[in-house]
């Protein structure tokens, strides 16, 4: 069962959710004071290395994504983003894969997975991906 978040800790993270729009670097500075206080805060791990991503800081994005103790969907296709960009196709592929583990109906990550594995010539895993993506796309507009 996961750790309830300290409150302090949380604060921080909430602080952070609230910066974001305007002053990202206060922002990661927030989610930064949330993870000192507790290193297991998931959603403070996730924006954090969403932030650096988007600063071009892959290489602390990741160390970011890869310091959890408690692996998510999100978190996993994140890392798989940041390993693309790094052009670590093999690992991001794998990173896919865990967040599919995590999450059985992330089209995104099929999605993803279907143009990496085109672009490195595996059609079969390519079709086999873009399959699963249209299903689960198929069944989310008949059931909204």
Partial sequence: ??????????KHYLR??????????AA?????????????????????????????????AEKIYRDTEEPSAILFFNLGIVLEDLKRELEAIEAYRQAIVHDPGMADAHFNLSALHERLGHAQAAFRHLLAYHRLMLATATSA
Avoid: F, T, V
């Fill in 28 to 60: 990661r500075s927030a989610y930064e004071a949330c993870l000192a206080g507790d290193c297991r805060h998931l959603e403070a791990r996730i924006n954090l290395g969403r932030l650096l991503h988007l600063e071009g800081k892959l290489r602390e």
């Fill in 1 to 10: 069962m996961p750790k309830k978040p300290s409150r302090p800790a949380h």
């Fill in 16 to 25: 952070g959710r609230k910066l974001e729009e305007h002053d990202a670097a």
